[in-house]
C-alpha cells in the first residue's frame, strides 16, 4: 500500500479504505483538521503524529478506526466524536486538550491513553477492546475521567481500565456491577483514581496506597457492586486488616474486608463517591438485623420484593431500603450516627450494615422505610463487640413501646402506610393513596403500600386499616 500524507484544509473527505498517515519531517508528521473542516472515515487511518481538531464544536469523525502507531508520544486536540480509538504505541498518547467521544470501540492494544484534565466518553454501545494492562490502560489521574453511558434498564458489569503512571505504570481497573437502577438518556458513570492515600484517612498503619473517585449523572435508584482491583505494592500494613471504605461523601461508610488472593476491594452500592481501603479502627461492628415490612409480608419469614414497572426496584432479592441511625441512650433526640445512604433489606427481612468502630457504647437503633412507621429498638444496644445481633420480627415488645403488627403466622412487622411520612397512618395518607388509585398511579411510590407498583383498592385496604387503629410512632 503506498504511503500517503493528509492535512485536512476545510474539505469533507470520505475515506472508505485503510489510510496510513505517515511522517517526512518535523513538521509535516502531524494531522491537521482546520476550522470549518470535517473528515468522515469509515474504513481505518493510521496515524504516526499528532492529531489536531481546531473546530470549536464536536465533529463526529466517522465510524472507522482511528489508530495511533507512532514511535514516539503522540497527542490528540479538539473535540472528537470517534468510531473506534485505538491506542497502538508503546510510547503514549496523550488528550492534549478537549473532551473526546468513542462511539464503538475504546482498543487498548499497546501503550496508555492519558486523560490529564480532559474525559474520555464511552457511548452506550461503546466496548473495551484489546487486552488492558499496565502497558494499555487509560491513565485517569487528572481531573478529567474516563466515563460510560448504558442503556436503558440495564443490568450487567462494565470494567474501567484505569491505572496511574505516578512512579511506574500500576493497572487498578474498577467494575461497575448493576444489579438495579432507572438508567435516563445521556446518563454516565465515570472514574478517576490518585496513586496515594485518601487524604482524610485517619489509619496510619493499615491502608492501600489508592484511592478511586466514581461519579454518575443520571442514573437513579440502583444498586451496585464496586470492584476496585489494586496492586501489592499498594498495601500498607496488614492486607487482611483492610476494608472497602466510602470515605466522601462523609460520614465515612465501612463495606467488605479486602480480597488478600484477588487484591480487591468491593462495596455494594447505592449512592457513589470516593473509595479507599483503610482499616479506620480495629473494631468496626458488623449490624445484623431482622425486620419485615407489612405490606410486603408474604409469610413464612418472607417477602416480596417492591417493584417499579420493570419488575423488582432493587432486585430479585432485595425487598426495600431502610435508613438506619443511632441514637443516644440518654437523649434519643440526639442521633449519633447514621450511615448517609439506605441499606437494603432482604426478602428474607435481613440487612447489615458497618458501623465504625469508634461508636462503641450503648444505642437506640432506629429504622426508617418510606411508608412505614418508624421503629426503634426496644433498649439501647450495646456495641462494644465486633457483630451486634438484633430480631425486631420475634415479638411486638422488640420494638420500643410494642409498636409493630402481628401478621398472620406470628410474625411482627413494621406497620405500612405512612405514606408522608409525618410519624401517623390517617386521614392524609388516605387522601394520597385514594387519589393516587382514582388516577392508577404506578411505580416505585410511596402510595404503592402493597409493592406491586400499582396504586389500588388492596393498597387503600392497608392504610385505612391503620388509619382506623390510630397508628402512630413510638420514640423513647
Keep these: 500500500m503506498d504511503t500517503k500524507i493528509y492535512k485536512f484544509l476545510g474539505k469533507k473527505i470520505l475515506i472508505c479504505s485503510i489510510v496510513l498517515v505517515s511522517c517526512l519531517n518535523a513538521t509535516s508528521q502531524n494531522v491537521v483538521l482546520t476550522?470549518?473542516?470535517?473528515?468522515?472515515?469509515?474504513g481505518n487511518i493510521i496515524l504516526n503524529g499528532n492529531f489536531?481538531?481546531?473546530?470549536?464544536?464536536?465533529?463526529?469523525?466517522?465510524?472507522?478506526?482511528f489508530e495511533f502507531n507512532g514511535s514516539s508520544a503522540q497527542a490528540i486536540s479538539g473535540l472528537n466524536d470517534f468510531g473506534t480509538l485505538k491506542i497502538n504505541n508503546a510510547a503514549g498518547v496523550t488528550i492534549a486538550s478537549g473532551n473526546q467521544k468513542v462511539a464503538t470501540q475504546l482498543n487498548l492494544t499497546n501503550g496508555t491513553l492519558t486523560l490529564n484534565t480532559n474525559s474520555l466518553s464511552l457511548g452506550s454501545a461503546a466496548t473495551v477492546g484489546g487486552t488492558p494492562s499496565a502497558t494499555s490502560m487509560v491513565v485517569a489521574t487528572g481531573t478529567g475521567q474516563i466515563t460510560k453511558e448504558f442503556p436503558a434498564s440495564y443490568t450487567g458489569s462494565f470494567t474501567f481500565p484505569v491505572g496511574d503512571k505516578t512512579i511506574t505504570a500500576e493497572y487498578s481497573p474498577v467494575t461497575l456491577n448493576f444489579t438495579a437502577g432507572t438508567f435516563a438518556a445521556g446518563n454516565y458513570a465515570g472514574v478517576s483514581l490518585v496513586n496515594t492515600q485518601y487524604p482524610d484517612d485517619p489509619n496510619s498503619t493499615n491502608y492501600i496506597k489508592r484511592y478511586?473517585?466514581?461519579?454518575?449523572?443520571?442514573?437513579?435508584?440502583?444498586t451496585c457492586t464496586s470492584y476496585f482491583n489494586y496492586t501489592t505494592a499498594d498495601v500498607v500494613?496488614?492486607?487482611?486488616?483492610?476494608?472497602?471504605?466510602?470515605?466522601?461523601?462523609?460520614?465515612?461508610?465501612?463495606?467488605?474486608?479486602?480480597?488478600?488472593?484477588?487484591?480487591q476491594l468491593s462495596a455494594t452500592v447505592n449512592s457513589f463517591g470516593s473509595f479507599a481501603g483503610t482499616m479506620l479502627t480495629n473494631s468496626d461492628h458488623t449490624l445484623n438485623l431482622t425486620l419485615f415490612f407489612e405490606g410486603l409480608y408474604i409469610g413464612g419469614y418472607s417477602m416480596r420484593p417492591a417493584w417499579d414497572e420493570n419488575g423488582p426496584h432493587f432486585g430479585p432479592n432485595v425487598a426495600d431500603q431502610v435508613i438506619l441511625e443511632l441514637h443516644s441512650a440518654s437523649n434519643f433526640s440526639n442521633v449519633v450516627y447514621t450511615p448517609g445512604i439506605p441499606v437494603n433489606v432482604s426478602t428474607s427481612g435481613e440487612?447489615?450494615?458497618?458501623?465504625?468502630?469508634?461508636f462503641s457504647g450503648s444505642y437506640y437503633v432506629a429504622v426508617k422505610n418510606r411508608n412505614s412507621i418508624e421503629i426503634v429498638s426496644a433498649t439501647p444496644l450495646a456495641f462494644s463487640g465486633p457483630t451486634v445481633n438484633y430480631n425486631f420480627s420475634v415479638s411486638g415488645e422488640a420494638a420500643y413501646g410494642s409498636n409493630q403488627i402481628m401478621m398472620a403466622d406470628g410474625v411482627f412487622a413494621m406497620y405500612t402506610g405512612d405514606c408522608n411520612l409525618d410519624g401517623i397512618v390517617d386521614g392524609s395518607d388516605m387522601s394520597l393513596v385514594s387519589n393516587a388509585a382514582d388516577n392508577m398511579f404506578s411505580g416505585y411510590?410511596?402510595?404503592?403500600?402493597?409493592?406491586?407498583?400499582?396504586?389500588?383498592?388492596?393498597?387503600?385496604?392497608?392504610?385505612?386499616?391503620n388509619s382506623s387503629g390510630f397508628i402512630s410512632t413510638n420514640l423513647p
Design 52 to 65: 489536531q481538531n481546531l473546530n470549536t464544536t464536536e465533529s463526529t469523525l466517522g465510524t472507522g478506526t
Design 237 to 263: 500494613g496488614t492486607e487482611s486488616l483492610i476494608k472497602c471504605v466510602r470515605m466522601s461523601p462523609t460520614p465515612q461508610v465501612a463495606y467488605n474486608a479486602a480480597n488478600t488472593t484477588l487484591h
Design 35 to 42: 476550522s470549518g473542516g470535517s473528515l468522515v472515515n469509515n
Design 445 to 465: 411510590i410511596p402510595t404503592d403500600a402493597n409493592g406491586d407498583s400499582l396504586v389500588d383498592g388492596s393498597d387503600i385496604a392497608i392504610v385505612d386499616n
Design 351 to 358: 440487612l447489615t450494615a458497618i458501623i465504625p468502630g469508634t
Design 212 to 222: 478511586w473517585n466514581v461519579t454518575s449523572s443520571g442514573i437513579t435508584a440502583f
